[in-house]
């Protein structure tokens, strides 16, 4: 296997022909971040023969990651779940749900006849990517019920269907 090594400075936005060039029908190119080059703006090319003779661009790119979930956000969230019995954070709000999802776990609560509180997190993409990571669940909507989490709509539907959720609802709503 061949490969080859090549440092150019990155144009803004690279024209077709310039990526035709590279990219020859034996070949993959790879970009990366080179942090150890003088320039901070160079650029490292590593083209490397393709097994199937497809053409591919890939960019792998260096980034830091960062906690969403800051210690006061952390506070807030604990402060507002635990203080509610029942408590949905979704897309939209009860009344006008921008998400379908959001709309039939509504519905649920509703028909349950639980008094409920909603959380538009569409209005605060802070709140949002700090409730994933607090919830360790990646969508919305995000149901609470006795200051723990309870899952999102999948989980509400079949503990609805089961009669799981009327149950958690009345022992919450008595303690």
Known sequence: MTTMTMRIAPPSQPPSSAIAELRTPSASLFRRFSPSSSSPAALSYTILPHKFNLPVLRRRSSFRCFSALSPELKTTIDKVVTSHKVILFMK?????????????????????????????????????????????????????????????????????????LQETLEKAMCS
């Not at 509180?117 to 019920?145: A, C, V």
């Open 92 to 164: 939209g709000t009860r009344d006008f749900p921008q998400c379908g999802f959001s709309n039939t776990v509504v519905q649920i609560l509703r028909s349950a006849n639980v008094p409920f509180e909603t959380i538009n997190i569409l209005e605060n993409e802070f709140l949002r990517q700090g409730l994933k990571e607090y919830s360790s669940w990646p969508t919305f909507p995000q149901l609470y019920i006795d200051g723990e989490f309870f899952g999102g709509c999948d989980i509400t539907v079949e503990a609805f269907k089961s009669g799981e």
